[in-house]
């Protein structure tokens, strides 16, 4: 056991100094990657010197002192951790009294760590023959400098954790369980540097096998974290696989039973060096254009916001003024010159929807959009969304039926403007592409599900149409021959309404010229019975 636990020991210390170096050295003037490379710098001192440790076995001067170098490294830790966590969470001014405390009491922790009042020397536990023995001081460190900062630091974390949304909250979610894995386990050490065997002779073994293996884990994950902002933490778990897997072939260099195998493991080593090189390379390269896409991608969405905000002032303006002229506020209007306003008027109105819906797309893309709850009739909702567009369906000479249900179906809390947007787009893309025949409406409980069904009998859809439907910018063969003029943003953004309802929506159609049908289906979770 004291093996697997020397190796777990080791790999803690090449990891570290590894995510150590690699972090400081992207980027060298900035505060949080300097206080990471201390905290790694500080693990590895911790780390190389249980790792010599271990394999000392009677030479008990030279036990004494990495006893003493292996506590000298664990008594900055936390103040490193402390203050990378202010730096992090933007509490470092707040904090400041503190952390200079901290450092001042780590400094005078590390200049006792030589005497016995702090290591008073070693002593034989277990499956370990030297295991530090605590002096009479070695109680204030755990007081002011393990629990104090520490667990603080937690604490800050989880306060942060709780008011922070979306990526942030993840951040710092990955910076717990880092935390966690790393101090945890470790905690185990304590009781043993006073030759106290908490939880049997047993549970010791397999813990200190995981204290092996989980110190490693705190550096990858908080520098996936800082650096990535967890949207590569699968390609930097790649890589952490790629340094393990390096470091137990070195190991198998020297564990080799004869020359001829030492040097075939050293042929295989260098070559996965090599390849592994290869890996990381085009791992930071894919970071790097992943970043860029995304930068591209937000400033795109923000010039729309924008555009959309200027555009939609002066287009209202228009419609306004159009109105008037149209009800005869600024005198009588021919009727040849009043068919070619109404036309501008469509126009312009046409417009309006269109920057509305650039708009809508912009704030979903940036996390803007809320949803305003309320209570809702569904059926109530549908009938009066169906008077607002049935004038578009007799033009075309087409029904649109919809078959209310015998026993009202209980209320349900939705963003009553959204659904409704969803139902007009859909209703209004079946009368477009529908050219006799007509549309109807049903509700069904579906699978514990409400569900909304919208059949029609148009132009249908192939399997290709309906799996891009939804897509932004997308438009059938349908859209393209009878309506030139869509921008292929309506069946976009009513899926991203349904899903902030936690639903979803789809379309089933048995073929070109046979109908389509629309589902939307909202969780039963979200109706509320009236009692």
């Known amino acids: 056991m004291k093996d697997f636990y020397a190796i777990g020991i080791l790999i803690s210390a090449l990891l570290n100094t590894y995510f150590g170096a690699l972090v400081y050295l992207k980027n060298r003037k900035a505060l949080l990657n300097k206080l990471y490379g201390l905290l790694c710098l500080a693990f590895t001192i911790w780390s190389y010197s249980w790792f010599v440790l271990l394999l000392l076995k009677n030479r008990y001067f030279y036990s004494l002192f990495l006893a003493r170098l292996l506590n000298f490294g664990a008594i900055f830790i936390p103040i ?5 966590v202010c730096v992090f969470l933007g509490e470092e001014k707040r904090k400041k009294k503190l952390i200079l405390f901290g450092y001042f009491a780590s400094l005078i922790f590390s200049m006792i760590c030589w005497t016995p009042f702090y290591i008073k020397g070693t002593h034989s536990i277990l499956f370990f023959p030297h295991w530090p023995t605590a002096g009479s001081f070695y109680i204030w460190y755990l007081i002011f400098g393990y629990f104090l900062f520490v667990v603080y630091g937690l604490f800050l974390l989880s306060i942060h954790f709780i008011k922070s949304k979306d990526v942030r909250k993840n951040q710092i979610k990955y910076v717990i369980l880092g935390s966690l894995m790393g101090f945890l386990p470790g905690a185990i050490n304590f009781p043993l540097m006073y030759n106290i065997v908490p939880f049997g002779r047993f549970i010791i073994p397999l813990m200190f096998f995981l204290l092996g293996i989980f110190i490693p884990f705190p550096a990858p994950l908080s520098y996936a974290v800082i650096e990535y902002r967890l949207m590569d933490i699968q390609i930097i778990l790649t890589e952490i696989l790629v340094g393990v897997i390096g470091i137990l072939l070195l190991i198998q260099i020297f564990a080799a039973p004869t020359f001829w195998w030492k040097i075939v493991n050293g042929i295989i080593f260098i070559l996965f060096c090599v390849f592994g090189y290869l890996l990381i390379r085009g791992v930071f390269r894919e970071i790097r254009r992943r970043e860029e896409l995304e930068k591209i991608s937000r ?3 923000e010039f729309i916001s924008i555009t959309s905000h200027q ?19 600024y005198g009588e209007v021919s009727d040849r010159v009043k068919k070619v306003l109404e036309k501008v008027y469509q126009s312009n109105e046409r417009m309006i929807k269109l920057v509305n819906s650039f708009l809508d797309v912009s704030k979903i893309e940036l996390g803007r959009e809320e949803l305003k709850l309320e209570e809702v009739s569904i059926e109530d909702l549908i009938s009066e969304t169906i ?50 025949g007509g549309i109807t409406i049903r509700l069904q409980i579906a699978n514990g599900r409400l569900q909304i069904v919208i059949a029609d009998t148009g132009e249908g859809l192939t399997k290709e149409e309906i799996s891009k439907l939804f897509e932004s910018f997308s438009r059938g063969t349908a859209g393209t021959k009878f309506w030139t003029e869509g921008a292929g943003l309506g069946l976009y953004l009513a899926r991203k309404f349904v899903e902030m309802h936690k639903g979803k929506i789809w379309a089933e159609s048995e073929g070109k010229g046979k109908g389509s049908t629309f589902y939307i ?4 979770k979200q109706v509320i019975i009236k009692k």
Request: without cysteine; aromatic residues 12%.
């Open 80 to 84: 490193f951790y402390f203050h990378w």
């Open 299 to 301: 400033a795109k969405t």
């Open 311 to 329: 555009l939609r002032t002066p287009l209202s303006a228009i419609k306004g003024y159009l109105s008037m002229v149209l009800e005869g506020s």
């Open 387 to 436: 008077s607002e567009i049935e004038i578009e369906a007799k033009k075309k000479n087409l029904y649109l039926n919809f078959d209310r249900p015998k026993v009202p179906l209980p209320k349900i809390f939705i963003d009553k403007g959204k659904i409704k947007e969803v139902l007009m787009n859909i209703l209004d893309n079946a009368i477009r592409y529908t050219q006799k």
């Open 521 to 524: 289906e909202l969780p039963i």
